[in-house]
C-alpha cells in the first residue's frame, strides 16, 4: 500500500464555484506562476505518485456553496489518476480543506470521527495557554480528518488522521513587537492543539489501531526560537513524550537526534520581511508500532534532495511549481 500526504498551496484558486478547472494565465496563488502552469505540474506531480492514497492538505474548498470532493475528482479524472474518489471530513471556512483522495479498487474509506475520550475535532476544548489559571478555548480553524480506511485485498483496516495545524506565522504584525506577541499566541494555539491531537493518538493506541497521522504540522525541532520558551515541539508532543507509547517518523527522529547537520526538508517558502527562502521539516507521516512493523518505508519527493525526482527532470521542474510543500510516501507490505 503506498500512501502521501501534500500540501498543495492554494489548490482551490485552480477551481471555479462549480469545480472546473480555471486552466488559464491569470496568477494562481503561488508567486510568480499561472493558474495553468501550476496545474500541469500539480498533474505531473501526482501521476509521477501514482499512489493508492493522498491527504491533501489545503485542498479546494467546500464552504460557500463550493465542492471540495467533485472539484478534486474533477482534477483526478483530468490527469487520469487511479486515487479518483474524495472524501472530505468536517468543512471549514479557510477555503484549505483536508481531503483524502484514493483509489477505490484498493482502499475502502469513511469519515469516522470518535466521540469518546478527547472531543471532536470540530468541537472546543478548554486549556491554559497562557498560565493565568483561566482556561481558554481552543478550536481547529481546520479539523483534522478522522478515517477508517481498509486495503480491500489484503483486508487490512488502518485509522488515518490527516492534520493541519496552527500556523505560526506571525501575520499581520506591523512590527517586532506585535512579531514576537502573535508569534507565542499561535505558538501556544499550535501546542494546544498538538495536545488535543495527541489525547486522541492514545485513544487508538491504547484500542491496538493501525494508526496513521499525517499532514502539516507547521512545526518541527528547532523549527523557531519561541521553542525554547515551550520546552517542545508540538511535534514531539503527537509523537509521544517520556514513558508515553510512540509514534515514529523517521524524519522527525533524525532532526530530533541533532543539533548540527542535514535536515530532511519538506517544504520551501519565502520569508518576505527578511527576502529569504526558507527550507524545513513541517509534513510528517507518524506511524503506530504495528504499522512500522509492515515494512515501512518513507521518502520525500524532494526536487533536489531525492535522486530520481532530481534526476527526472520534467518532475523536478514541476515539483517546483505546484507547491510550496513536497509530498511525503509511506509504503507498506499489507
Not at 149 to 165: M, T, Y
Not at 180 to 199: E, F, G, T, V, Y
Not at 271 to 283: G, M, N, Q
Request: aromatic share 8%; glycine share 8%; with cysteine.
Amino acid at each position: 500500500m503506498k500512501i502521501a500526504t501534500y500540501n498543495v498551496e492554494w489548490f482551490s484558486n485552480l477551481f471555479d464555484n462549480d469545480g472546473q478547472l480555471y486552466d488559464d494565465d491569470r496568477w494562481s496563488g503561488r508567486r510568480d506562476v499561472t493558474r495553468a502552469e501550476q496545474t500541469a505540474a500539480l498533474g505531473v506531480v501526482f501521476q509521477g505518485l501514482n499512489a493508492d492514497g493522498i491527504m491533501v492538505v489545503e485542498g479546494p474548498d467546500s464552504h460557500a456553496r463550493r465542492d471540495g470532493v467533485a472539484a478534486l475528482e474533477g482534477f483526478a479524472k483530468r490527469f487520469g489518476l487511479r486515487a479518483r474518489k474524495a472524501i472530505i471530513g468536517f468543512i471549514n471556512e479557510t477555503q484549505q480543506e483536508i481531503l483524502f483522495l484514493y483509489d477505490p479498487e484498493v482502499l475502502t474509506a469513511r469519515h469516522d470521527p470518535l466521540t469518546t475520550g478527547a472531543p471532536r475535532f470540530d468541537e472546543s476544548i478548554d486549556m491554559d495557554l497562557d498560565i493565568d489559571a483561566k482556561p481558554d478555548p481552543i478550536r481547529w480553524s481546520k479539523p483534522p480528518l478522522e478515517l477508517q480506511v481498509q486495503h480491500i485485498d489484503s483486508g487490512a483496516e488502518f485509522r488515518l488522521i490527516g492534520v493541519h495545524a496552527k500556523s505560526k506565522a506571525p501575520h499581520g504584525a506591523r512590527n517586532e513587537a506585535e512579531v514576537m506577541q502573535i508569534s507565542i499566541a499561535n505558538r501556544r494555539k499550535q501546542l494546544a492543539q498538538c495536545i488535543w491531537l495527541r489525547r486522541r493518538v492514545e485513544q487508538h493506541l491504547e484500542a491496538g489501531d493501525n494508526l496513521i497521522v499525517m499532514g502539516d504540522f507547521n512545526d518541527g525541532p528547532g523549527l523557531d526560537e519561541y521553542e525554547k520558551l515551550f520546552g517542545r515541539s508540538g511535534v514531539e508532543i503527537v509523537l509521544g513524550e517520556g514513558d508515553a507509547r510512540p509514534l515514529y517518523d523517521p524524519h522527525a527522529r533524525l532532526a530530533l537526534s541533532q543539533r548540527i547537520g542535514a535536515m530532511p526538508v519538506t517544504a520551501r517558502f519565502r520569508i518576505h520581511r527578511e527576502e529569504r527562502t526558507l527550507s524545513a521539516l513541517l509534513d510528517y507521516v507518524m506511524v503506530s508500532e504495528n504499522v512500522r512493523g509492515m515494512g515501512a518505508k518513507w521518502t520525500i519527493m524532494h526536487p533536489f534532495d531525492h535522486p530520481q525526482c532530481f534526476s527526472d527532470k520534467p518532475m523536478c521542474s514541476a515539483l517546483l511549481t505546484a507547491s510550496d510543500h513536497y509530498p511525503v510516501v509511506l509504503e507498506l507490505n499489507v
